[in-house]
């Protein structure tokens, strides 16, 4: 395979993936106008996945695109590495799962800070203001106070709130 840079098979998949949720919200739409007719569904996938919603990730939460708040599970955040901004789409199966995937990452950069906690939550102060950051992150990386960590921030973005815990250098 020739080389394809990393951005670009990030890219197609993210567009691969917007166009599998526009089909089934558009198949959705379809089955509430016109009824449950199997012959409405057949050229499309329908695997009974539930209610697709895909909103942008606030740091903490993902603000769906129909304006309700929805918990992201603060180990996913983590382990994703979310940046304030990152495009999601969550699933809500039958049975009332939540099952998030990240879509859409916005630009990142990564900066260099101390860590720092106030009133019970964590911060990283780097480039002259402080940067929250999810609690799941500090445990799995054992960072403390004082330690000097690396973050991801949105690149375009300087009023952002949130960074993403990279590592504890």
């Given at each position: ?9 990030k890219?197609?998949?993210?567009l691969i993936q917007e ?7 558009a ?5 509430s106008l ?5 012959n ?15 909103g942008?990730f606030?740091?903490?939460?993902m603000?769906g695109?129909d304006?309700?708040t929805y918990?992201v599970p ?10 304030q901004g ?5 699933t809500i199966?039958d ?13 990142r950069k990564?900066?260099?800070?101390g860590?720092?906690?106030?009133n019970?939550h ?6 002259g ?7 799941a992150?500090?445990?799995?990386f054992?960072?403390k106070?004082?330690d000097q960590v690396?973050?991801n921030?949105?690149e375009e ?5 949130w ?7």
């Amino acid at each position: 395979m020739p080389d394809v840079p990393e951005k670009q098979i990030k890219r197609l998949r993210a567009l691969i993936q917007e166009a599998e949720t526009g089909l089934a919200a558009a198949n959705e739409l379809l089955v509430s106008l016109l009824g449950d007719d199997e012959n409405l569904t057949a050229p499309v996938q329908a695997d009974n996945l539930g209610k697709v919603i895909e909103g942008v990730f606030d740091g903490q939460n993902m603000v769906g695109s129909d304006g309700k708040t929805y918990p992201v599970p603060a180990n996913y955040a983590s382990k994703s590495k979310l940046v304030q901004g990152d495009i999601l789409k969550l699933t809500i199966a039958d049975d009332g799962t939540f099952l998030y995937k990240q879509i859409g990452p916005v630009a990142r950069k990564q900066i260099v800070g101390g860590l720092k906690l106030e009133n019970g939550h964590y911060f990283v102060e780097a480039n002259g203001k402080n940067y929250r950051v999810l609690l799941a992150s500090v445990t799995y990386f054992k960072a403390k106070p004082g330690d000097q960590v690396s973050v991801n921030v949105p690149e375009e973005d300087e009023n952002a709130e949130w960074a993403a815990l990279e590592a504890a250098l």
